[in-house]
């Protein structure tokens, strides 16, 4: 039987696992976001296969078949297995809903269609047929195809059902409307839903913070991740996810002067990001919270206006925080957000001085290999609305980027390493470890960086023992 879903269901796994539920004498079928994205036209090599019956003691037979191995989540019911660059996840057919918070027992004894029912989208839960009777055919009770063409996000169910039996779903809404979203073909969640959702949100509280994370940095990563937040702040739910970023709206006024709206700029400030960096989740994060400081650290000066001094050390110091609410890591990562927090302003900072090479050196030092990085996020953070000056802060942009690699080529500071190092300050001075060490090195350090003496060893000796003898030490030698 030839059907409209043909070509999408060629892969050998389809048939091995039609084969084996034949055998068993249960219904398989294929479910969720593969069957949405044949739809969409795009690739995905993440197969879902829900089975009328015990999902796991498929997954076992398949997986003795194709001599691959299946890993089993006992307490999901659920098991996978690779087979041929696809990673296909079996599950049995639930009455009752089921997802990573639930405290009750899975039970596999539901229908498809009861199994569709308590999907979180109608989009994702259309499916294929495995049974060789009709061999792909489209099983769409709750219009899937529909809303897929339509481009709406709306649940089986009551949405009130749908959000409060797992409140993710709120979360999952937002990510799947940005990320199906094309300028061709955008998705909306729509309006019951979002109501919904306006009524629910509280219950995110009884999430884990870690499956929020998660979503988060999946709506990060869409390439207009802004679309996930402008979503997050209409439907209520910023002050349950990321209540900081909440901070940030809003502009006050005094004396008839108003301040940056630091959202919407945060978020063009996250899309500019997202245009070039090619996927990078940290550097992302970067973006998100670069300004994440300004609503502790303004002030309105009478005569001068708003300020937002020290927003930047401000912010650093609040990433820690804010990672540890989402029980992200504490480790690389994190602390690679918190740099770029905290340097953010020095590029631009540049710009309006005059770009001395001993500027360019401390700016290199202070990024090391992260350079690159914060200089994307320097560009992006670009964002008045006054073409003039855009332009002209671009162009001194580009002066600092070319002065830069030229202080890097001479000079090597990316990487720099101090070419004094403690062990030798105590060998040559007969100390043991004490303050002072730290004083020498940091005083060769510093000549270094403000081109006083070369970054090498012979300088930075002589350099050394001529500031040792200012405070009182000699060679022993
Ligand atoms: P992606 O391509 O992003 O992986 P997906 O649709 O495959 O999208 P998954 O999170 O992998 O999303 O989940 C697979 C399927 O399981 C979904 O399509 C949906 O049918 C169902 N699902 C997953 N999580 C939930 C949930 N919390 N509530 C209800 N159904 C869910
Ligand atoms: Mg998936």
């Not at 899937?144 to 009130?160: E, Q, S, Y």
């Not at 090195?441 to 050394?464: H, R, S, T, Y």
Request: aromatic fraction near 6%.
């Amino acid at each position: 039987m030839s059907t409209i879903t043909e070509g999408y269901l060629n892969h050998k796994i389809f048939g091995i696992v039609s084969e084996t539920a034949a055998e068993m004498g249960v219904r398989a079928f294929v479910i969720g976001g593969y069957v949405r994205d044949c739809f969409l036209g795009r690739s995905n090599d993440d197969i879902d296969i829900v089975v009328e019956g015990r999902g796991i003691e498929l997954a076992e037979a398949v997986g003795q078949k194709v001599r691959s191995k299946v890993s089993v989540f006992r307490n999901f019911g659920t098991a996978m297995l690779r087979f041929e660059g696809m990673e296909i996840e079996f599950v049995g057919a639930r009455k009752e809903s089921y997802h990573r918070e639930s405290r009750n027992p899975i039970v596999e004894d539901g229908t498809l269609e009861e199994d569709q029912l308590r999907r979180d989208f109608t989009i994702n839960a259309m499916a294929f047929s495995l049974q060789k009777e009709d061999f792909g055919a489209l099983v769409d009770p709750f219009g899937g195809i529909r809303d897929l063409a339509a481009g709406v996000i709306r649940t089986p169910r009551d949405p009130d059902e749908t959000y409060s039996d797992d409140p993710l779903r709120m979360l999952r809404a937002v990510r799947f409307a940005t990320k199906l979203s094309t300028p061709e073909h955008p998705f909306a969640i729509v309006p019951e839903s979002m109501d919904s959702i306006r009524r629910m949100a509280p219950r995110m509280e009884i999430l884990s913070r870690e499956r929020i994370a998660e979503e988060l940095n999946k709506i990060l990563l869409c390439p207009r991740p802004s679309m996930g937040f402008r979503l997050m702040d209409e439907a209520g739910m910023l002050p349950y996810v990321l209540p900081d970023l909440q901070a940030l709206k809003g502009v006050e006024t005094m004396d008839g002067k108003g301040h940056k709206e630091n959202f919407s700029h945060t978020l063009q400030v996250l899309d500019n990001v997202a245009e070039v960096d090619g996927g990078k989740l940290w550097l992302r994060w970067a973006a998100l919270l670069h300004d994440i400081g300004k609503p502790r650290s303004k002030r309105f000066a009478p005569g001068l206006g708003w300020t937002f001094h020290g927003h930047n050390v401000i912010g650093a110091k609040m990433v820690p925080g804010i990672f540890k609410s989402l029980k992200m890591t504490q480790g690389d990562e994190m602390k690679y957000v918190q740099k770029l927090v905290d340097l953010h302003l020095r590029p631009i900072a540049l710009v309006d001085e005059e770009v001395t090479d001993s500027a360019v050196r401390r700016l290199l030092f202070d990024a090391g290999n992260d350079i690159g990085d914060l200089m994307i996020l320097c560009n992006a953070d670009i964002t008045s609305k006054n073409p003039a000056k855009v332009a002209r802060i671009r162009a001194n942009f580009e002066l600092v980027k070319q002065k830069m690699s030229e202080v890097e080529q001479k000079d090597e500071i990316r990487n720099f390493k101090n070419p004094i190092d403690g062990a030798y300050v105590m060998e040559v001075f007969g100390i043991p470890p004490c303050q002072e060490i730290g004083i020498l090195k940091e005083a060769v350090k510093n000549a270094i960086l403000d081109g006083e003496i070369g970054n090498n060893f012979a300088e930075a000796d002589a350099l050394m023992r001529q500031k040792a003898a200012e405070i009182g030490l000699h060679p022993v030698k």
